[in-house]
Nanobody, 123 residues
Framework: VQLQASGGGLVQAGGSLRLSCAAS????????MGWFRQAPGKEREFVAF????????YYADSVKGRFTISRDNAKNTVYLQMNSLKPEDAAVYYC?????????????????WGQGTQVTVSS
């Protein structure tokens, strides 16, 4: 599967953005999907996870209550709605897909990655 992330941009603290990740191929509904982010000089970190049919969701503690992951398998797209953004949320955001098992919060558990979309939050 090929993934294309979009929707990043510049937003003021307290604002909102919705990221999208469009997938190619007919088997998108087979993939569990995750969002990760990476700030300059930092390791890539887990943000959110959703199972292939959307029945199980996980979030990093730092975004819980502010971010929402969702998916539309008919549109081959996964979303990340980000509200109440903070300067520390600024990073390049990546979507990722996997069909295997393993810790959903670890980048190594994902075989497929989008190219990333930049989110900048001004204070």
């Amino acid at each position: 599967v090929q993934l294309q992330a979009s929707g990043g941009g510049l937003v003021q603290a307290g604002g909102s953005l919705r990221l999208s990740c469009a997938a190619s191929g007919r088997t998108f509904s087979s993939y569990n999907m995750g969002w990760f982010r990476q700030a300059p000089g930092k390791e890539r970190e887990f943000v959110a996870f959703i199972t292939n049919i959307g029945n199980v969701l996980y979030y990093a503690d730092s975004v819980k209550g502010r971010f929402t992951i969702s998916r539309d398998n008919a549109k081959n797209t996964v979303y990340l709605q980000m509200n109440s953004l903070k300067p520390e949320d600024a990073a390049v955001y990546y979507c990722a897909g996997r069909t295997g098992i393993g810790n959903y919060a670890l980048p190594i558990s994902y075989a497929y990655w989008g190219q990333g979309t930049q989110v900048t939050v001004s204070s």
